[in-house]
């Protein structure tokens, strides 16, 4: 089946830092990609969408300076969070559809701890 | 607005048995519904997913239905396993959403005991 590969599975770093996630298709070409935020024992939120070349579509209350998203290609969308700050710490999970009415395939998820 | 109700919460049965999970939506203009599972601390991976204009679609021990009339799917797996321990999400593609996006459920927690 369609795999999509995330990148770091974990983070733990510093109050400031800025880091950078990857969410990449292996074996389809992703039009539209997703970034969800899970919170404990909650289910997904949406945090934006990206179209390959475009720029994303930040849901409601997601900070686009805070949350950068880019999707450079056909293969690849990466997430920065800058200048991450505790209240930060979540589950970031992205997400990648080669076309509108297909399967919606998930990364298996980045753990992001700011100390 | 879409409403994705997934009932129960939480389910417990002992290996062996079927195990039934129920879906439903408030609007019936869906382009599809998705089945997915979640292990924890991992993302989905993603089950079944079924067109507006199929009734049922079928993988291996799972089966999923779809009655977009009354708002409702039904994931049936059979012979239920320890293996099939974990969070089950279903999830609409709303025709009226031109960029697509998901509106998922809440979940059910399934343990599955041995």
């Known amino acids: 089946g369609a795999v999509v590969s995330q990148h770091p599975s974990r983070v733990i770093c510093k109050s400031g830092t800025s880091v950078k996630i990857e969410c990449r298709s292996l074996d389809f070409q992703a039009t539209t990609m997703f970034w969800y935020r899970q919170f404990p024992k909650q289910s997904l939120m949406l945090m934006a969408t990206?179209?390959?070349?475009?720029?994303?579509?930040?849901e409601q209350g997601v900070e686009k300076d805070k949350f950068l998203i880019n999707h450079a290609s056909l293969t690849l969308s990466t997430l920065t969070v800058t200048s991450a700050h505790p209240e930060d710490s979540s589950f970031y999970i992205c997400?990648?559809?080669?076309?509108?009415?297909?399967?919606?395939?998930f990364g298996d998820g980045t753990r992001l701890s700011i100390l | 607005k879409q409403e994705v109700t997934q009932i129960p919460a939480a389910l417990s049965v002992p290996e062996g048995e079927n195990l039934v999970l129920n879906c439903s939506f408030t609007?019936?203009?869906?382009?599809?519904l998705q089945w997915f599972r979640q292990d924890p601390g991992k993302g989905l991976t993603s089950l079944l997913l079924?067109?507006?204009?199929?009734r049922e679609q079928t993988s291996g021990r799972l089966n999923a239905s779809l009655d977009k009339s009354s708002g409702r799917s039904t994931l049936y797996i059979a012979a239920s396993q320890p293996g099939d321990s974990a969070t089950y999400l279903c999830a609409v593609l709303m025709t009226t959403d031109s960029w697509g996006k998901l509106q998922f459920g809440a979940g059910t927690q399934v343990v599955v005991t041995p």
């Open positions: 079924i067109q507006s204009s199929q």
């Open positions: 990206s179209n390959e070349g475009s720029k994303a579509t930040y």
């Open positions: 609007d019936s203009a869906i382009y599809n």
């Open positions: 997400s990648a559809r080669q076309g509108f009415n297909q399967p919606q395939h």
